[in-house]
């Protein structure tokens, strides 16, 4: 059965296009967390296949939700620096012992790495979609010996905060790059994390493929269920010359850590 709602939202379940409808009107009105906030509560009761319908029945707006998400993430990240740097820094002093609680929500969902990937011979760390906050990178900061830590972003803004953040932490390990992920240049790389809000990411993945060192791992930041209304899937058609040997765990904003190898042959 599909429902016409207001706004032209199309959908399948009558009983989602209620919250579907608030979601949108929360974001239109200038709430873009409370719209991703609802969504994410919305997929804890759908199935795999009924998350799949809605956000086909959704596709029309997908580009509303993108934005508030990104909106929100960008906004979230941007306050967690202030605060973080409104401690002083004083020596051994880790990023994780300071960090509010959304900042510490993105540094641990990101622990999964540290199983999958070997990190003892990693001199080179690339994360493409740092953020204003580079969650990930710092947890590699913190948690390994790599001793360079590449931050990648296309926004300066972006770019300043990390710079700032190393300054902070007083480390020559953290670099921040002004740099389209799908221009970078990847020969030095051992290990790459593609964040879930990077786009294009095949572009992205192509780009590293024909850069990169063939010893390198990727670790592909990748939306499920509903997640996908608001970040690219880069997984489904995977580049031929990769595939995923483990998934890490989902998330509260619905998205997971894809480990990705390269065939043998390529
Ligand atoms: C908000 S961050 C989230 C990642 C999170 N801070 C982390 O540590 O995993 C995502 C960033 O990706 C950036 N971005 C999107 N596409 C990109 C691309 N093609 N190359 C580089 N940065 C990109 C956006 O500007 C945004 O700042």
Redesign the pocket.
């Known amino acids: 059965m599909t429902v016409t709602h207001p706004q032209g939202v199309v959908t399948s379940y009558a009983p989602t296009a209620h919250e579907v409808v608030a979601a949108l009107s929360r974001g239109r009105g200038g709430d873009a967390a409370g719209a991703i906030i609802a969504m994410a509560d919305l997929a804890t009761r759908l199935s795999e296949s009924e998350a799949t319908i809605l956000v086909g029945a959704l596709s029309d707006v997908a580009a509303e939700f993108t934005r508030f998400y990104a909106d929100w ?2 906004a979230q ?1 941007a306050a967690e620096v202030q605060a973080v740097l409104a401690y002083g820094p004083r020596p051994g002093l880790n990023y994780r012992d300071v960090v509010g609680h959304a900042g510490a929500t ?1 540094y641990d969902r ?1 622990a999964d790495m540290l199983t999958h990937v070997d990190f003892s011979n990693c001199a080179r760390f690339v ?5 204003e ?5 710092l947890h590699v900061h913190d948690r390994t010996g790599v001793a360079h830590i590449a931050c ?4 300066l803004e ?1 770019v300043r905060s990390v710079e700032t953040l190393a300054a902070w932490l007083n480390s020559d390990r953290l670099s921040a790059l002004h ?4 221009q970078y240049d990847y020969s030095d790389a051992d290990v790459i994390f593609v ?5 294009p990411k095949q572009v ?1 993945l192509a780009r590293i493929l024909d850069t990169a060192p063939h010893h390198v791992r990727i670790i592909l ?1 990748d939306p499920y269920s509903l997640g996908l209304l608001w970040a690219e899937e880069g997984g489904a058609a995977l580049d031929p010359r990769l595939s995923i040997i483990a998934r890490g765990a989902g998330s509260r904003f619905l998205s997971r850590d894809l480990f990705l190898a390269r065939h043998a042959s390529n």
């Open positions: 993430i960008c990240e993105h990101v994360l493409v979609g740092a953020g906050l580079p969650s990930t990178a990648l972003d296309t926004r972006a740099f389209d992920g799908a964040a879930n809000m990077v786009t992205v930041r």
